[in-house]
């Protein structure tokens, strides 16, 4: 009996080993705003910077998803723990409080645009966006106008997502490679629509690590709501992805 509790013990002990050893992709991390806002999706300053300040010090080294995808082509070593740092939807709060906070600890994002809200009350304006752009941000779509995708018809579809990148592509002079969808939803239609506009990846809401090893059409991602139990909560939630992700390169 003993014996058969100290197998099962070291059982136990070795599975635990390999679920929490690195492996299985990046975490990319999905924010909204960063703001005292009282809603789900804005997260406070201040843990903001716990956060960070956390990643900073356990050796984590956020990198663009181009640079992830880099490395698919061989363009590059990945650093022995990268994050990626996202934003949704382009809110002024990610350039006035976030992009500083993250300067502070060597840490850089990628914001994911509503091309069609640029310039809007609480909206980053065009300016503000290529002055991040400048300090080191990369800049993504978000679709035009922050429509469902799968509850449109495909034309529609194709047509959110191939307006969002030429606006943003020409007012702030560069490729927009990588989308978020927008609530986290889409279908079949849109990868074939994304894939047709000259998209290279793009991120869901599916929890867990992204990897380009798979479908780059649909990247997991860890999301970081506003915490109910501070930064205890924000490393279960990294825990929560590795486990995924290693669970995930059994299958």
Same mark, same amino acid.
């Given at each position: 009996?003993? #014996? ?37 999706? &804005? ?18 080294? $956020? ?7 880099? *490395? ?8 022995? #723990? ?32 509503? $091309?069609?809200?640029?310039?809007? *009350? ?8 290529? $002055? ?31 307006? &969002? ?24 239609? *849109? ?33 970081i709501p506003r915490p109910k139990y501070?930064?205890?909560?924000? #490393?279960?939630?990294?825990? #929560? ?11």
């Amino acid at each position: 009996m003993i #014996r058969s509790l100290q197998i099962i013990g070291v059982l136990i002990l070795i599975v635990s080993l390999w679920l929490l050893t690195p492996g299985g992709g990046v975490p990319i991390l999905a924010y909204h705003q960063v703001s005292s806002l009282p809603e789900i999706y &804005s997260v406070d300053a201040n843990e903001f910077d716990q956060q960070m300040q956390y990643l900073a010090e356990h050796g984590y080294t $956020a990198i663009s998803l181009g640079e992830l995808f880099a *490395t698919k082509q061989g363009g590059g070593k990945l650093p022995s #723990r990268p994050v990626v740092i996202t934003f949704d939807d382009g809110y002024e709060d990610n350039y006035l409080t976030a992009l500083p906070i993250m300067e502070k600890y060597g840490m850089k994002g990628t914001v994911f645009v509503i $091309a069609g809200q640029v310039g809007q *009350t609480e909206y980053m304006t065009w300016e503000q966006l290529k $002055a991040m752009q400048q300090r080191g941000t990369e800049i993504g779509s978000h679709t035009y106008s922050h429509v469902a995708l799968n509850e449109i018809s495909p034309p529609e579809q194709l047509a959110e997502l191939v307006r &969002s990148k030429q606006v943003l592509e020409t007012n702030l002079g560069q490729r927009v490679e990588f989308l978020a969808y927008p609530y986290g939803q889409y279908d079949s239609a *849109t990868i074939a629509a994304m894939q047709q506009a000259g998209y290279t990846g793009a991120c869901t809401g599916r929890p867990g690590l992204g990897t380009t090893s798979g479908d780059v059409y649909q990247l997991n991602r860890v999301n970081i709501p506003r915490p109910k139990y501070g930064l205890g909560e924000f #490393r279960l939630r990294l825990l #929560r992805a590795q486990i995924y992700g290693k669970l995930a390169s059994l299958w």
